[in-house]
């Protein structure tokens, strides 16, 4: 039985003379991946969708056996203008796409992140800054993976910001450790309360909105802090930090 769904492209690469591997974030199946047969030559099933920045009706066809789907086509939904317009959101919008990959491992990712994506994707076309949009954008997604940070507290003792001005974050644990809680055999990174309590807000607020929250030195200390708790749990290099840091300059 063919399944239909609404879809973001995350990735493809050639397979064969003709055909292409597609990696599918979906509204109702999470992350697929699946083959289209044919795709580099065929004009009618899937032109022009198999592309980073449009949103696609994706119809497949489950594979026994298999953890490919059948990829029978794709129809053209929207197609978001900006990213071949502009060098820095075309390099946001990778990062966007890239991450998400890294950070989704299948099916159970749920229409959460599907509808995160969209909406970041969405927010970059119709002109919101890159930068603090990222940064919400990082938050909001380990929080939907299950690795969302605690900000507020030492994980040891639950000292709050208030008694403890300055944290020390310790990645591989998700989180912060006061100054008497470091144990010291594990590298920490010491983080001022105000970048702490916008990180907070990043997670929470609208993505076109983010730039409300924080800007300057702070923004470039909360995009650190956040890179280092991506590290942790990503499954791989995530390229496209080099291109974004590069366009950013």
Known sequence: MDLATPALVLRTSSY????????????HHGKLAGIAKGARNSRRRFAGTLEPFVHVRAVFRA???????????????????SFH???????????????????????ESGRGVYTLVAEALGALDRGAPPAPLLRAFEMRL???????????????CNATLDAA?????????AGLLCRRCVPPDIPVRPVGAAVLRDLGRL????????????????????AAVAEQLLEVVTTGPVRSRAFLDLAAR
């Open 165 to 173: 001005p300055t944290m020390y974050l310790a990645a591989d644990r």
């Open 203 to 222: 997670a929470t607020v609208p993505l076109e909105t983010a730039a409300s929250v924080a800007s300057g030195a702070r923004l470039a200390e909360a």
């Open 16 to 27: 064969g003379e003709s055909d292409r591997i597609v990696t599918l974030l979906t509204e």
């Open 142 to 156: 380990l929080a939907l993976a299950g690795w969302g940070p605690v900000l507020d507290r030492c994980r040891s």
């Open 63 to 81: 594979r026994p056996a298999s953890e490919l789907v059948f990829l029978q086509r794709c129809e053209l939904l929207k197609v978001l203008p």
């Open 85 to 107: 317009r502009d060098l820095e959101r075309f390099t946001a919008g990778s990062y966007v796409l890239d991450l998400t990959d890294r950070m989704v491992l299948g099916p």
